[in-house]
């Protein structure tokens, strides 16, 4: 069974700093671009980054640039997503998925999907 299961979201303050975790299972992921999108309620999901299957290749959302940093580690099937400076219009559930179809930025193109992380920035 293949299975994206993302960690490391929770509670924090303005200004503060979260890193959060995509481990992989069931396959190998270390070939396939990997992203992150994000989702707050009544809105749309939308596209945070994405990284390319080596790493040398990344892209950010506007809303997100210069502050969030994407890696990889493919030896042990995970991406990351370092989240610095948060605002509290950062808060929503992260999602990590892999393998696009397509573009790397439009969330109906991942052929796989975790189940999510809430990210909560309180003012």
């Known amino acids: 069974q293949v299975q994206l299961v993302e960690s490391g979201g929770g509670l924090v303050q303005a200004g503060g700093s979260l890193r959060l975790s995509c481990a992989g299972s069931g396959r190998t992921f270390s070939r396939d671009p990997m992203g992150w999108f994000r989702q707050a309620p009544g809105k749309e999901r939308e596209f945070v980054s994405v990284i390319s299957w080596s790493g040398s290749t990344t892209y950010y959302g506007d809303s997100v640039a210069g502050r969030f940093t994407i890696s990889r580690d493919n030896a042990k099937n995970q991406v990351y997503l370092q989240m610095n400076s948060l605002k509290p219009e950062d808060t929503a559930t992260y999602y990590c998925?892999?393998?696009?179809?397509?573009?790397?930025?439009?969330?109906?193109?991942?052929?796989?999907w975790g189940r999510g992380t809430q990210v909560t920035v309180s003012s």
């Open positions: 998925a892999a393998d696009p179809d397509g573009s790397w930025k439009r969330s109906d193109d991942y052929q796989y």
